[in-house]
DNA sequence: CGAGTATCGCACTGATCACTGCGTCAGCTA
DNA sequence: TAGCTGACGCAGTGATCAGTGCGATACTCG
């Protein structure tokens, strides 16, 4: 957790940084086309246009690999909206979630990150969504309305958007997401 | 989804299924032992004390092993309560779940079958606990009283369970467990 | 623009893995 | 108890993978 991509804090700019995004797209690739597991560093490093030896330096296993790629991929596509209510951030955030969930890429990402990645992997799968959570949830407790706790929203709305995509086939569309929001908040919809 | 063990179903008795066990046995071991990664047909087979050939055989690929091994360890673990009520029913149910959800080696399994296994595996770490829920659903219909979609169930009860499972690094324990159903059915807790 | 340093590519080795005929043995059935 | 069928173990092969020095290259900083 101290230093899961070691080259880029020493040497940010050129070459490391083709190679290192030539590799994750090489892995977001691969995830996707190969059915579960094959998942190997040669195969990796021949579909990046890199040396073998690249990947094995800069990433010690194929699950730091994994870890390394989807903590890219879980950060920074979803933005926290700003729409001026918890009610309205939350059914807007929660549709976006599910609409990046509903990509069968990120699935296989997710599905294989978790399986070679351990905990480590399964941390790097959140991403940032729970502080992101938390920071809807401040700003509202900031405007002075009641707000849940972290750990309830998490449950309420992570909970089922992630249940569905890894473990059913069918992921949650945008609609059914803003509908879980309002079984979090009560009153008036 | 045929015939998922096909070895099984024409010689059950004797050696045929002291050899499934001893795989199943090992590879539960193998899971919660290793890191993540590195579950191979021969560390299995030797592990088991059973020749390679034998499980190259059987089960054709690592990814069908752990969803055949998935399949059998979430299925009869937990069983339907009947305490009179469908809350009663849920709130036991719950507990057992998160109970169950509790074990790393049954975590490890879980990750391990869902990076190798693909929907299949997926589909396999569920289990039969949908059915389950429906089954208490249904009987609650049955008494007359008013019941929630099992979608709905599902949604606020498995989800984060299985959330709080896989990504999280602390399971829910029985209370929380319970307290999710509190959450679900309205009314007088 | 030049020196210094980190990163990458190359060639190589040992080890492991996935997979295949063939003979043998155990379990089902009459 | 005897015959038959199917599963298992054995030996072996081709291929792939993980991991390691060494030289060359590209980037950063003064």
């Given at each position: ?20 995004a030539?590799?994750?797209?090489a ?37 730091e ?16 909206p ?33 399986g ?11 991403g ?40 059913l ?7 059914w ?5 309002e ?7």
């Amino acid at each position: 957790m101290t230093a899961p991509v070691p080259a880029l804090a020493t040497r940010p700019g050129g070459r490391s940084a083709r190679v290192r995004a030539a590799v994750h797209r090489a892995v977001a690739e691969l995830v996707a086309e190969t059915p579960a597991d094959g998942l190997t560093v040669p195969a990796v490093a021949a579909r990046a246009g890199v040396h073998p030896t690249t990947v094995y330096r800069r990433w010690r296993t194929v699950g730091e690999l994994l870890a390394d790629v989807a903590t890219s991929r879980f950060s920074g596509e979803v933005v926290v909206p700003d729409t001026g209510s918890l009610r309205g951030d939350l059914r807007r955030w929660a549709a976006d979630v599910a609409t990046d969930l509903a990509d069968p890429d990120v699935l296989a990402l997710m599905r294989a990150t978790l399986g070679a990645g351990g905990q480590q992997g399964a941390c790097a799968c959140r991403g940032d969504r729970e502080n992101q959570l938390a920071a809807m949830i401040e700003r509202e407790r900031a405007r002075g309305g009641p707000v849940p706790t972290v750990e309830r929203a998490a449950d309420a709305l992570l909970g089922p958007l992630y249940y569905r995509a890894v473990f059913l086939d069918a992921p949650g569309d945008a609609d059914w997401a803003r509908g879980l929001v309002e079984l979090l908040l009560p009153g008036p919809g």
